[in-house]
């Protein structure tokens, strides 16, 4: 017997549980973040399916609202990018010996190096595609991960430079990234884009003249203007979270969530006081109620850390889960109150509905809200919304989107 398709398997129904991605933000978050940023351009970053957001639909709304540069962690990623059809600038970072560089050169992405290794496979895979390959230099200025350390630095950059002599690479960029950024006045910024400024003049005397120098991520963006250099690097703020939330809502950056995470109740009973609930039975019912059955679990991204602790608005309330997270479930106690099945429960979103957010799940969950959003499942169906166009976007595949059974949102 032939193997079905992985395209033809069916999808979860949305009604079991969505990830509505509301396009419109996104570009109003970029738009704002060009403001913030001055004359530097853009980069909006959609590794990890656009923090869980749906890379495909999320390039091309940032393109679309002035985003120059896309950036991803790997290969694929980009590669995946080009065949959707993005012909514009794109940084790849996160390479590993033997990757698909020959393919990416092809593609005209940009390449992060970070060593000799990496440039000594770049230069022989351009050699093998009969055209130069874009090179990106990394610095390790103090994060102490990707990156070439100081001592290496001159080394790396003579060779390529006189890679670039040969006509092999064209050096493009010369970046660096922040361990610190979310927490103004750490000495460690101070202390690493001074090393960044070094690595610039290393780079330069080398006889590099890159195109763009940059090593502000999101929260830099919004709060060192200093490190803005040719181009920022926004990640997470283009889904409107906010990457420091002890100094400022995403509000107060002029950002708003672009994911709300919603489900519909499959099961509600009333049930006697003294009755365990899920695994363990960490919670019992302190006397007769109802209880709700929300059908996404920690398989779906919602972290099993926040067990007995994460928020859920159902019927305008918010709610606690009651007991542990399971692998496709959780449950929500409503005391008094009465609910339906179909009934709407809402994890996350912006909170302007009165729902949770991300940074109060991250809360619950003792993390950050990036892992929030980017570890939203592929069972949960992602659905576009666009309010500036009228209609949705467009899938993960590109492909012309079908409308779900309320008739007003657009199933990804």
């Known amino acids: 017997m032939s193997p079905v398709p992985a395209e033809a398997l069916p999808t979860s129904s949305p009604r079991r549980g969505r990830a509505v991605i509301d396009l419109a933000a996104l570009r109003a978050n970029v738009r704002a973040l060009r403001a913030r940023v001055g004359g530097a351009q853009l980069m909006a970053v959609v590794k990890s399916d656009a923090y869980g957001h749906g890379a495909i ?14 950036g991803t962690a790997t290969p694929e990623e980009a590669l995946a990018l080009r065949a959707a ?41 351009a050699r093998a595609a009969g055209r130069p390959a874009r090179v990106q230099l990394k610095a390790d200025t ?28 064209a050096v493009t960029g010369v970046w660096s990234h922040f361990a610190c950024a979310d927490e103004p006045g750490h000495p460690s910024i101070a202390a690493q884009l001074t090393a960044y400024r070094e690595a610039l003049a290393t780079a330069e005397r080398a006889g590099l003249r890159p195109e763009v120098r940059h090593i502000a991520n999101s929260p830099a ?28 809502q995403p509000s107060d950056f002029g950002l708003r969530p672009v994911m709300t995470l919603r489900a519909n109740l ?14 363990g039975h960490h919670y019992v019912t302190p006397g007769e109620t109802t209880l709700a059955l929300v ?12 067990s007995g602790t994460g928020p859920v608005l159902v019927g305008g309330k918010w709610r606690t889960v009651a007991g ?52 939203i499942g592929k069972r949960v169906s992602r659905v576009y919304v666009d309010e500036d166009h009228g209609v949705h976007g467009t899938d993960d595949r590109g492909a012309a989107a079908r409308p779900v059974d309320d008739g007003e949102e657009r199933r990804g």
């Open 57 to 70: 639909p999320c390039a091309r709304a940032a393109r679309e609202a002035g985003a120059t540069w896309l």
């Open 85 to 125: 059809g993005d012909t514009g600038r794109m940084l790849c970072w996160l390479w590993t010996p033997g990757g698909p560089w020959r393919e990416a050169i092809e593609a005209d992405i940009d390449v992060s190096v970070s060593g000799m290794w990496a440039l000594d496979e770049v230069v022989a895979a």
């Open 142 to 169: 103090g994060l102490g991960r990707n990156g070439c350390q100081p001592d290496d630095w001159p080394e790396l950059t003579a060779a390529a430079r006189a890679a670039e002599l040969a006509g092999t690479i």
């Open 221 to 248: 963006a919004l709060t060192l203007p200093e490190t803005h250099f040719d181009l920022v690097r926004t990640g997470i703020a283009v889904y409107g979270v906010s990457p420091a939330p002890e100094i400022g």
């Open 266 to 279: 499959a099961l509600v009973k009333r049930a006697p006081g003294g009755h365990g609930v899920s695994y």
């Open 295 to 306: 059908p996404l679990g920690y398989a779906d991204g919602v972290p099993r850390h926040a």
């Open 324 to 375: 542990r997270v399971a692998m496709d479930q959780f449950v929500v106690d409503l005391g008094g109150d009465s609910a339906a099945v179909g009934d709407e429960a809402v994890l996350f979103g912006p909170g302007d509905g009165g729902e949770p957010t991300a940074e109060d799940w991250a809360r619950a969950a003792g993390t950050i809200a990036y892992e929030i959003v980017t570890r």
